[in-house]
């Protein structure tokens, strides 16, 4: 079992519509959590962290933290073109010095 | 501009090689990682240091050797490269806490031949 989990896709929504990309994570003790949007040849862009249970919204983007069900879920309301990239999970198992590991991403594509 | 720096940003090299990669950053972090990001977009932490102090070291051939002259900069040396070294290589910087908010720099594509 991979330890942090995303689908790779893509996905693709039409413009407009809510984008909702998952992640599952295998080790209950992780503490942070983290949604990182890459463009192609880019380099990984921080977009949204959440630490508690429940939701976190920052303008068009929702985190969600499940951590009895270890899920996290990014939402992104009223998906533009320039949100089609590969999103991807991270989790921090705080008690590692701060190593992140990374789901192998979602590729998302929004289509006008 | 605050941000994480890499130079350069494409290295191309002959297998056997021994190249280097640096990284700084002016956020005022005390922390600063490597990654490596495959051919396959997975993206995994290789090295990161705490204020000039080794924290963590993953399994990576001892041909990597990270070093770190001050805790604004991090750099990486590769012996002897062989073509499966050939990937993006980030580094990254955050502030200890414990939300650990990691920011990346722009990359370097490394190319063996």
């Known amino acids: 079992q991979k330890e942090v989990e995303q689908n790779s896709g893509p996905l693709s929504v039409p413009e407009g519509a809510i984008a909702s990309l998952n992640c599952t994570y295998s080790d209950r003790v992780s503490q942070s959590f983290f949604w990182y949007r890459q463009y192609s040849g880019k380099s990984p862009e921080l977009i949204m962290s959440i630490y508690s249970n429940g939701d976190k919204e920052d303008g068009r983007f929702t985190a969600q933290l499940n951590k009895a069900s270890q899920y996290v879920s990014l939402l992104i309301r009223d998906s533009q073109p320039s949100d089609s990239a590969t999103y991807l999970c991270?989790?921090?198992?705080?008690?590692?010095?701060?190593?992140?590991?990374f789901g192998q991403g979602t590729e998302l594509s929004v289509k006008p | 501009d605050t941000a994480v720096s890499q130079t350069p940003k494409y290295l191309v090299t002959q297998m056997g090689n021994d190249k280097s990669i640096k990284c700084e950053q002016n956020?005022?972090?005390?922390?600063m990682y490597w990654y490596k990001q495959d051919s396959k977009k997975f993206l995994k932490i290789m090295f990161s240091y705490n204020n000039k102090e080794l924290i963590i070291n993953e399994t990576v051939p001892n041909r990597f050797s990270p070093k770190s002259p001050d805790k604004a900069h991090l750099n990486l040396h590769i012996n002897s490269l062989e073509l499966g070294d050939s990937a993006v290589y980030f580094c990254?910087?955050?502030?200890?806490?414990?939300?650990?908010?990691?920011?990346f720099g722009p990359g370097t594509r490394l190319t063996v031949l």
């Open positions: 991270a989790v921090n198992r705080n008690n590692q010095g701060g190593k992140l590991i």
């Open positions: 956020l005022g972090h005390d922390t």
């Open positions: 990254a910087s955050s502030q200890v806490g414990p939300y650990n908010e990691q920011f």
